[in-house]
């Protein structure tokens, strides 16, 4: 009687655990060997078959120029269209990771929005570069991981040509975050003294709408070359300075 006890008051303490550890896991999701984050937290903008969630620049439909390849949204060699998400954003973190072929050229713009004949014109750029056979690659501020043309990043781990890098892209107000390969490697102030003073001494200093917006769309460049992207996802962010991503 003592053994039917003992098993009669465990068995439903049991049961209730492995109940909450099922309830626990499933509100839970592995990204990438990031950990687990909740999974209402991140939305999935490409799932490496679907390409619903983007579209070509000042354009409807996506565009001829990209093609999905092995789960990831590759960029065809030759001319083509930037890739931006149909939705917006202001706050946020980005992750995804890319690869590029040698010699390749592309980017990741944030904030952007349309009219502009390039999204460049007003949207800042996270170099995507191989930096070693790019001419890009030989000035530190155009090379990968960079605030194209402006802040050259630091600390940085750069994966071999073929290899694929992650980064982190976070977004808050005007404080923005570069990150490759889980080392910052860029970080600023969108209208600071310093970065209006940089960007008055570059390509950018004619373009009166360039870092002014703090919302837009997430744009991955095509830049004639072939790379590749994949595992996109983007969550949003208490806009609050003080609080952590």
């Known amino acids: 009687m003592i053994r039917t006890a003992s098993f009669l008051m465990c068995k439903p303490f049991t049961i209730l655990a492995t109940l909450s550890l099922l309830t626990l896991l499933s509100g839970c999701i592995s990204l990438n060997g990031h950990g687990a984050e909740k999974a209402e937290q991140w939305e999935v903008l490409f799932d490496g078959k679907s390409t619903h969630k ?26 083509g269209a930037d890739l931006l998400t149909k939705a917006e954003y202001d706050n946020f973190e980005l992750r995804l990771e890319w690869k590029v072929a040698p010699g390749a050229n592309s980017g990741i713009l944030y904030r952007g929005t349309e009219g502009d004949p390039e999204i460049w014109w007003n949207a800042p750029e996270m170099q995507v570069l191989d930096d070693a056979k790019h001419n890009d690659g030989k000035n530190p501020k155009t090379s990968a991981g960079s605030l194209y043309a402006l802040i050259a990043p630091s600390n940085k781990i750069l994966k071999p040509v073929g290899e694929y890098n992650e980064i982190r892209l976070v977004a808050r107000g005007n404080h923005i975050e570069h990150w490759l390969n889980n080392q910052k490697v860029v970080e600023y102030e969108l209208g600071s003294p310093e970065l209006n003073a940089l960007i008055a001494k570059s390509k950018f200093a004619d373009k009166p709408r360039y870092g002014k917006n703090l919302s837009g769309h997430i744009v991955l460049q095509h830049h004639h070359d072939e790379v590749w992207y994949r595992n996109i996802r983007i969550r949003k962010l208490d806009p609050s300075p003080g609080s952590k991503p």
Request: charged share 15%.
């Open 54 to 79: 983007w579209r070509g620049y000042n354009a409807t439909a996506f565009p001829a120029s990209w093609k999905i390849e092995n789960g990831a949204l590759k960029a065809i060699p030759g001319n």
